[in-house]
């Protein structure tokens, strides 16, 4: 059994797909495939539910996962320890971030750290705010930084930036014209919203709910940009934080402010509870909060 092949296992059952995997990873599908089936070949078991459009884990393939995590964590402390023992300043942080965030303030937070510590190295993992979590539980990345709020029985949680909840519409709609509008303005609308991998899925649910309508979602997806194409071509209207809005260059997107209820979106900067912590990853929260809050 391979290393190699645990890996490739594991990048499959995280995204359930062969192929969502390969545009993660700098693996090919087929490369993918055949660890797969290599593995399950030596462990005499099937590690997929391949009846689904999604791979679902088997029995065995849970059992495989689990312990695979286990030890891909032990290796990754090592590491981690050896390096700090011996008082070097180099290693890797593994960070988790939902697209829309890495688009807002990563590549400031990779400039900013670089200049410090240009020997330790940031990996960025974009995925939304549900499975990033899963990561840190299972110690396959350092830290990450979600939309709020996140089990503080599970993570260590400090509260990093806050912005407020805007509507994104097309220029011509019949609502463009209004200074505000509040959520029952949009209950006969269509909603394009992110996919439900993201906590911003359930929120602007849930927010709509709490005013007395569900949604009716029309699109949904896990970019930001292609939100707003959508938006732009009157395929329905999204609520997105007011920052993203000078991130793009649309001319039919307008932008108009809700109100009662104005909604927050809150993030916050994650880490598993007792895990131990790199002096790479000490420096990095410590940048964080310093510079960037």
Same mark, same amino acid.
Not at 231 to 253: A, E, M
């Given at each position: 059994m391979e290393l190699r092949d645990l890996?490739?296992?594991i990048e499959v059952a995280n995204h359930k797909s062969f192929t969502h995997a390969a545009e993660h990873s700098f693996l090919t599908q087929p490369s993918l495939s055949k660890s797969v089936k290599k593995l399950e070949h030596e462990l005499g078991v099937e590690l997929f539910d391949r009846s689904t459009r999604h791979l679902y884990l088997t029995d065995a393939g849970h059992i495989v996962y689990q312990q695979s995590q286990k030890a891909f964590a032990a290796l990754s402390e090592l590491n981690v320890l050896l390096d700090d023992l011996r008082n070097i300043v180099v290693g890797e942080i593994k960070i988790g971030i939902p697209p829309l965030i890495g688009t807002l303030f990563f590549p400031k937070i990779a400039q900013q750290f670089y200049k410090k510590y240009p020997d330790i190295s940031l990996e960025l993992v974009e995925l939304g705010a549900k499975l990033i979590g899963r990561l840190i539980e299972d110690a396959q990345i350092d830290v990450g930084i979600v939309v709020l709020p996140a089990d503080e029985t599970k993570f260590n949680v400090v509260p990093f930036i806050q912005d407020e909840f805007v509507l994104f519409i097309h220029k011509d709609h019949n609502l463009a014209q209004k200074t505000t509008v509040t959520?029952? =303005?949009?209950?006969?609308?269509?909603?394009i919203l992110f996919t439900n991998d993201?906590?911003?899925? =359930?929120? %602007? %649910?849930?927010?709509?709910?709490?005013?007395?309508?569900t949604p009716s979602i029309s699109y949904q997806s896990s970019q930001w940009d292609l939100i707003i194409e959508l938006?732009?071509? !009157?395929?329905?209207?999204?609520?997105?934080?007011?920052? %993203?809005?000078? !991130?793009? +260059? +649309?001319? +039919?997107?307008?932008m108009i402010p809700l109100e009662n209820p104005t909604l927050y979106w809150k993030?916050?900067?994650?880490?598993?509870k007792d895990a131990y912590q790199s002096f790479a990853l000490k420096e990095f929260l410590n940048m964080l909060f310093t510079e960037f809050t």
């Open positions: 890996k490739s296992f959520l029952q =303005d949009l209950k006969d609308e269509k909603f993201f906590t911003l899925h =359930d929120y %602007i %649910i849930q927010a709509c709910e709490g005013q007395g309508f938006v732009s071509s !009157r395929l329905g209207i999204t609520l997105l934080p007011k920052s %993203i809005f000078d !991130r793009q +260059n +649309n001319k +039919n997107i307008k993030l916050g900067v994650i880490t598993k």
